[in-house]
């Protein structure tokens, strides 16, 4: 299998536009220590021929530009994308879809409360559904498709900041809004894991023994955003889990067995970004792979 990372921060990439703050402007500035990233989203290919894109991120049409085997092969309108595959409804997760409205055939796989996210704005229309085939994926069962099987499962995480209905924080919820991805070959176990709230023991002994893990990387503390100035919000507010803490990220996956596993959906506060950072050796230290645009894993 071959995997593309075509963008690997969080919603509004980094730089963020619209952020000042000290590792924006080292990325704005080039700094070779503070990569710039699009926010998160992976190609994958079982015969290097057919390729499914796993979310569809707001930069979806740079992603697409700057990656060769994604590019038309075949007479005067073609793509080797024959899928795209939703792990929530997030904006940072659909909104390249609407790059996608070009009148080309490809199958769209979500779950039932993710295509009922969809299907509820109309603006989503432009896939036309005579040629975009909307395909539920029940929750648990795998699904198979030009040599890779998918698999869609519910990981705890918060409805899409633009349904809230109040200021009030929204509940944890385990309802397939947000999901995890795992795709084999039937060998090779690859799991996406964009957003999660918490780790439960039932994801942890379904991560045990993958070959591959790319997680929700968000934030290193919990309440980073608002105390570098940035926004009143923590990660657990966000439905993100953090890297750092007793019940973070690090600490969890130092009971779990996983070949490889990567960082991604960094958000633009979260230190682990800058190479030159304490997180990011001790990130590292631990046997992460802090993700980065275009890395390329054959497995
Ligand atoms: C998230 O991952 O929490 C969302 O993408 C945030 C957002 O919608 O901007
Ligand atoms: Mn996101």
Redesign the pocket.
């Known amino acids: 299998m071959k995997i593309l990372v075509l963008g690997s921060a ?2 509004g990439g980094f730089p963020q536009w619209n952020s000042n703050a000290p590792g924006c402007r080292r990325a704005r500035l080039g700094d070779p220590a503070a990569l710039p990233r699009t ?2 989203g992976l190609a994958i290919s079982a015969d290097d021929k057919r390729w499914f894109l796993v979310n569809a991120a707001p930069d979806l049409r740079e992603q697409l530009n700057r990656t060769p085997p994604l590019h038309p092969r075949e007479g005067m309108r073609s793509s080797p994308i024959s899928g795209v595959i939703l792990t ?1 409804a ?4 659909i909104a390249g879809l609407l790059t996608l409205r070009e009148r080309q055939a490809f199958t769209l796989f979500a779950t039932r409360s993710v295509h009922d996210i969809l299907n509820a704005n109309p603006i989503f229309e432009v896939l036309g559904r005579d040629i975009v085939t909307r395909e539920v994926l029940a929750l648990d069962t795998p699904e198979t498709a030009h040599g890779c099987t998918f698999e869609l499962f519910a990981v705890p995480g918060k409805v899409p900041l633009y349904l809230e209905r109040s200021d009030a924080a929204p509940s944890v919820q385990v309802d397939g809004t947000t999901v995890g991805l795992l795709v084999s070959d039937g060998q090779r176990r690859i799991f996406y894991i ?2 999660c709230a918490a780790m439960t023991d039932e994801l942890a002994s379904r991560l045990d023994g993958a070959d591959m893990v790319f997680f929700d990387g ?1 934030l290193w503390r919990d309440d980073e955003m608002v105390a570098a100035n940035l926004g009143n919000k923590t990660g657990k507010r966000m439905g ?1 889990m953090s890297f750092s803490g007793p019940d973070g990220t690090l600490a969890a996956f130092r009971s779990i067995a996983v070949n490889r596993k990567i960082i991604i ?1 960094m958000n633009n506060s979260n230190p682990v970004l800058l190479a030159d950072s304490v997180e990011r050796a001790e990130a590292e230290a631990a046997g992460w792979i802090v993700g980065e645009d275009g890395m390329e894993f054959s497995l």
């Open positions: 969080a919603g926010q998160a929530g997030d904006v940072d997760v964009p957003g968000t993100h959906h």
